[in-house]
């Protein structure tokens, strides 16, 4: 029995056939991973992809502030979320129309593909003439229509597995994706809503599910160690262990490092410095994709 078998209910051959790998054991056979291009990015080949960049976008200053300490770092994509889902409607809710054509400006001057979140199926149009990748956030990983839209408009798509979700209900996303034609998808886990979370770590960092992935589907996977963290001195290890895990790159929230610069109005906690995030970089240049994983379950 399959692993995604043995923990989910239902047969993902029935729920997902069009992102399950054993129903393309022709073209993805054990270990092959499908490669998604995101302008000269690739995710899916022997590299691993670093995605970093503030939380938010809050200003013109700020964001290329920030693109600039990933470039120099080696960084491969500059993140920021110009629409924020936030817990509350009083807090912080993002930039909007001002923070995407900020990102487009950082990511032209320094040649960084952008990604960020898209919430609303009407704006994912205009989100995708600003950004590089769409993000579905976590809390909307279940918004069908949204994923139909991005689905239909065709850019790459950084698909975030929801806070309680499933393997069998993430990939069930991912397939609403695939089934309006567009395969250009990076799962992404972030972290679950499990015992003891929210105790020492925001979230609990399900690397486990990296080998599943890897059995189930040909789709690339990374993770996100910020919001699985929600700590910042938590977030170096566990990109290393990501790494090791076998993900396919790393999405990393960051702040300035300078002594005057303001708090991150959105995530400070987990924000971690571009000197912190450079020797994650040097770790993940180091290293290969690991597809032990893969060849374990054969
Ligand atoms: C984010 O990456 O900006 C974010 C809000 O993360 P998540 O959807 O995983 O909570
Ligand atoms: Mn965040």
Redesign the pocket.
Known sequence: MSIAGAAASGDLRKICPLVCRRTHSQEYAEGVTHTVHVKHVSFGDEHPVVIAGP?SVESYEQTLELAHAVKACGGDML?G?AF??RTSPHDFQGLGLAGLQILHEVGAQTGLPIVT?VMDPRLVEQVGEYADML?I????MQNYPLLVEVGRYGKPVLL?RG?AASLCEWLGAAEYIAKEGNFNIVL?E??IKAYPSGEYSRFILDLNVLSALRQETFLPVIV?P??ATGVASMVESASRSAIEAGAQGL?I?IASGRADAARPKC?AAQAISPAVLERIVEFVQKHEVQTMGARAYA
């Open positions: 939380c993140r979320g924020k889902p979140e993000q956030g976590s809390r909307n975030k806070m992404c972030r972290g996100d910020s919001h999405l929230e995530d």
